[in-house]
């Protein structure tokens, strides 16, 4: 299999994490959300997700974490893209957040990404900023539009996103985070509107 198929197949795979669910804004429903993802090289990396039922969607988002090559392309801007690496393992976490405390107990201890999906949720329609806060890298992208971008190899950067209109209901929400070390790595989402910030809300 080719680089530009390899891309093209982990692109597919993941873009499923986000439209294979059907939410019904109402009354957060969700049908189902199925999961799957192909590594590099066309291995695959997790499996399927679903079936959470018709009472409404479980808080939380799935994260991915992986090793990646650190001399690869850490600072692109597209929401798919894993540098050739491995897949280490897939698990639920309740939102946005990273630090040497937080991180699973198997998760790569140098050259470390972290991948989260799922949806944010806003009960009040308005303009909404978001502050993204990372050593090293981070991104951050909503509705499929990249909002806060804080790449690149350095100690804690905080970055807030211009102002997205959002109506109430959830919103497709993915964000990609890069470490060298893990004992200095962190990554951090919150959301604010008319100067009070707080922990958003996530469900899968």
């Keep these: 299999m080719t680089a530009a198929r390899d891309e093209t197949a982990i692109a597919d795979a993941f873009y499923t994490v986000l439209s294979a669910g059907i939410v019904v804004l109402a009354g957060l429903a969700i049908s189902a959300i199925v999961l799957g993802m192909a590594g590099q090289q066309g291995k695959a990396v997790a499996g399927q997700a679903g079936g959470i039922g018709d009472a409404g969607m479980a808080k939380g988002l799935y994260a991915f974490y992986y090793t990646v090559d650190a001399f690869g392309d850490l600072s692109s801007s597209d929401p798919d893209l894993v540098p050739p690496g491995d897949h280490i393992l897939t698990r639920t976490?309740?939102?946005?957040?990273?630090?040497?405390?937080?991180?699973?107990?198997?998760?790569?201890?140098?050259?470390?990404?972290?991948?989260?999906?799922?949806?944010?949720s806003v009960r009040v329609p308005g303009d909404y900023i978001f502050r993204l806060e990372s050593a090293d890298g981070s991104w951050l992208w909503v509705d499929g539009s990249l909002i806060a971008d804080n790449?690149?190899?350095?100690?804690?950067?905080?970055?807030?996103?211009?102002?997205?209109h959002l109506s109430a209901g959830c919103h497709v929400i993915?964000?990609?985070?890069?470490?060298?070390?893990?004992?200095?790595?962190?990554?951090?989402?919150?959301?604010?509107?008319?100067?009070?910030?707080?922990?958003?809300?996530?469900?899968?």
């Design 174 to 204: 993915k964000a990609k985070c890069f470490y060298t070390d893990a004992d200095s790595a962190s990554c951090h989402v919150l959301i604010g509107t008319d100067g009070t910030w707080s922990e958003p809300v996530f469900y899968r």
């Design 93 to 120: 976490n309740p939102g946005i957040s990273l630090d040497r405390n937080s991180l699973p107990r198997n998760a790569p201890q140098s050259d470390g990404m972290a991948i989260w999906a799922g949806y944010v």
């Design 151 to 164: 790449h690149g190899v350095h100690p804690p950067v905080t970055v807030d996103s211009a102002p997205v």
